[in-house]
């Protein structure tokens, strides 16, 4: 293949586009990982949950997938993706913002996605930190701290209130703009301990670490951890000249965010020769489960390859016999 020429470029460099690209070139496939240095765990300081290497930096995570892709031969570039298009040959033309562009026969999408935070004075310095999102994520750490969910869709924040209450005895959920609970969920909060806090939140106070929740009355209610549940939306602007555009996903009656529909488990999508996997198509999946959709993929795109290569093989062989026989 001719310079920046490869048979896959791998659109992100998490745990889903290293995974991809680690299966891809150990299969002696050309690859290209075109990565922002962007990643959606970027704020936390360890990931959790992924055996072997539990509590690990995300950004040393990161740095021994890169050594370990480019052992094998795969190249990683910094930078980002505009568009990506398909030229007469078939292939896809892959522009990055600096100017330049890759050609691929196939592409991986694992660009990942991008919460969207409420805007609350005082609440993004802290997410990743005292302002979290998962149990499992961040639970443990947050073990026997005084934890307030803030709610907006109040059947959700109920259900994350009575969860946390798992790994503290302190909860509070505060209302702020959703509705007052029901009869039932107002007797599920108290028989688990869970004071409801009405009012609207209007900042978060802390320096370096969270201290409270200021409401709109003037009042500070003293909490060291909040969790919210934030919209999710995938970073895949670049595939829509292809076609393919986020799809909203909803939770009951609640916008979750967006993401890429994948046809099917192997992560290909309704774009032949396109496939996608990690948060871009799954916003809960988490690092483990990235890791696992990209290796899916891969391992996908190495078989569409061969078949493409093979049937190749057999119409050139063909054109070589009189008659074109087999």
């Not at 959606?40 to 959790?48: E, G, V």
């Not at 892959?94 to 660009?111: E, F, I, K, P, Y």
């Not at 934030?230 to 916008?255: D, K, M, N, S, T």
Request: net charge negative.
């Amino acid at each position: 293949m001719a310079p920046g020429e490869y048979d896959v470029v791998v659109v992100g460099g998490a745990a889903a586009g290293l995974s991809g690209a680690l299966i891809l070139a150990r299969a002696r496939r050309s690859v290209a990982v075109v990565d922002a240095a962007d990643p959606r765990n970027a704020p936390a300081a360890h990931a959790h949950n992924h055996l072997g290497r539990e509590g690990a930096p995300p950004s040393e995570l990161t740095a021994v997938g890169r050594a370990e892709i480019t052992g094998y031969g795969a190249v990683v570039l910094d930078g980002s993706v505009t568009t990506v298009t398909r030229d007469d040959d078939g292939r896809f033309l892959v522009s990055l913002a600096d100017g330049g562009s890759l050609l691929a026969r196939r592409v991986l999408a694992a660009s990942g996605a991008r919460d969207i935070l409420p805007d609350i004075p005082g609440l993004a310095p802290h997410w990743g930190k005292d302002v979290l999102h998962c149990p499992y994520c961040h639970g443990w750490e947050a073990r026997d701290r005084q934890i307030g969910i803030l709610a907006r869709d109040l059947e959700t924040a109920v259900h994350q209130a009575l969860m946390w209450r798992q790994w503290s005895k302190d909860i509070a959920l505060f209302l702020h703009t959703a509705e007052e609970p029901d009869s039932a969920q107002a007797q599920q909060l108290a028989a688990r301990g869970i004071r409801v806090v009405a009012g609207e939140v209007i900042a978060v106070e802390g320096g370096s670490r969270l201290t409270g929740l200021r409401l709109a009355s003037g009042e500070v209610v003293q909490r060291q951890a909040v969790v919210i549940v934030a919209p999710v939306h995938a970073r895949a602007g670049y595939l829509a000249e292809l076609g393919i555009e986020p799809v909203e996903q909803f939770v009951g009656e609640r916008l979750a965010g967006t993401a890429v529909p994948a046809a099917d488990p192997t992560g290909a999508t309704t774009v032949p020769g396109v496939y996608a996997a990690g948060n871009v198509v799954v916003p809960s999946m988490q690092v483990t489960g990235a890791a696992a959709a990209g290796l899916a993929a891969g391992a996908a795109i190495n078989a569409d390859l061969i078949a493409e290569e093979t049937e190749r093989a057999v119409a050139e062989s063909r054109s070589r016999r009189p008659g074109g026989q087999p």
